[in-house]
């Protein structure tokens, strides 16, 4: 029963933070980008103190830890 358990948190954890491809990821970022920004144009960047881009499947929507600038 605690082998189950186990095996549920860790594919539910890799479920949450694999992106199907970075595509989706540049897609969302952009679409963030135009919703901030009046005439739509914006480049993302990695936010400042991130070490690293985190990349989370949420309701089969990639989500990435950026800012607009």
């Known amino acids: ?12 954890n ?10 989706c990821v540049i897609q969302w970022c952009a679409i ?6 009046a005439n739509g144009i914006g480049t993302c960047k990695p936010r400042p103190n991130q070490g690293k881009i985190q990349y989370r499947k949420l309701k089969e929507e990639c ?4 800012k607009c600038s």
């Open 1 to 12: 029963m605690i082998i189950v358990i186990i095996f549920l948190v860790i594919y539910f």
């Open 14 to 23: 890799n479920q949450l933070y694999m992106c199907v491809s970075s595509t």
């Open 32 to 37: 963030q980008c135009k919703r901030k920004e």
């Open 63 to 66: 989500h990435c830890v950026y």
